[in-house]
């Protein structure tokens, strides 16, 4: 006989690395900007800096989202600080800098919001990397009603914050559903799985429901897609389209 799936304290409705495209990705701005629509769950990338510091970002180079130029995850947080992170996306949020975890998170508990930290190493550092995101959330959270949800592509990132900190919910991510994911999950001692929304149907939302696993969907940005994940019976939506969709419902 299956075991029921632990009691489920998040929201149905995720903001995408905090406010989707509205404004800057990842950055404090985003954040704020997602609350104001409503949305109580926030997700975002975090990586290490070459000095241990834990911050958002979610490519691997610089170019993209801030006036840096390299593997963010090779430089020192006193040099990340300074980058602009937010001129790329508008004149508005010119000069708007990389955010660190901590600071995000401060920002959360004042406001009883919730996380979804997804653990997004530089290359050949996985481990490392989900092991410092669960200790520092670990600490961070410490006495939260609700603890952050911590997710990642990379199973060695999750081994790394199961070993660190095992008390904290994980989830395994998927752009497809391959030979053995269900077993890894599993082995992860996941409580969730967060797929390409395109990859449920009845039957894998079935397969993970009878492995009391929770199945979360990314990045829906479509009514007639939220509307059949919701059908489907899925449990969580991460979405950019935090002025389409109502976090309430």
Known sequence: MTAPPAPWPYPRWIAHR??????????????RLGAQHGFRMFECDAKLSADGVVFLMHDTGLERTTSGHGTGGDQPWGALSQLDAGTWHSRA?????????????????????LLNIEIKPTPDV?????????????????GAPV???????????????????????RGLLLDA????????ARALGCSAIVCNHTLWDAASVRQAQAASLRTLSYTVNDEWAAQRLIALGTDGIITDRVDLFSPGT
Do not use: H, I, M
């Open 18 to 31: 905090g406010a989707g495209k509205l404004a800057p990705e990842n950055t404090l701005a985003a954040f």
């Open 126 to 142: 996985e481990r490392t990397t989900g092991e410092a995101v669960a200790a520092l959330a670990t600490r961070l959270w410490a």
């Open 93 to 113: 949020y010119a000069g708007e800098p990389l955010a660190t975890l901590e600071a995000v998170t401060r920002w959360c508990l004042a406001n009883a919001l």
């Open 177 to 184: 559903l391959w030979d053995g994911w269900l077993d890894a």
């Open 147 to 169: 603890p952050p949800l911590l997710t990642s592509f990379e199973a060695e990132s999750l081994a790394g914050a199961q070993a660190a900190a095992p008390q904290l919910p």
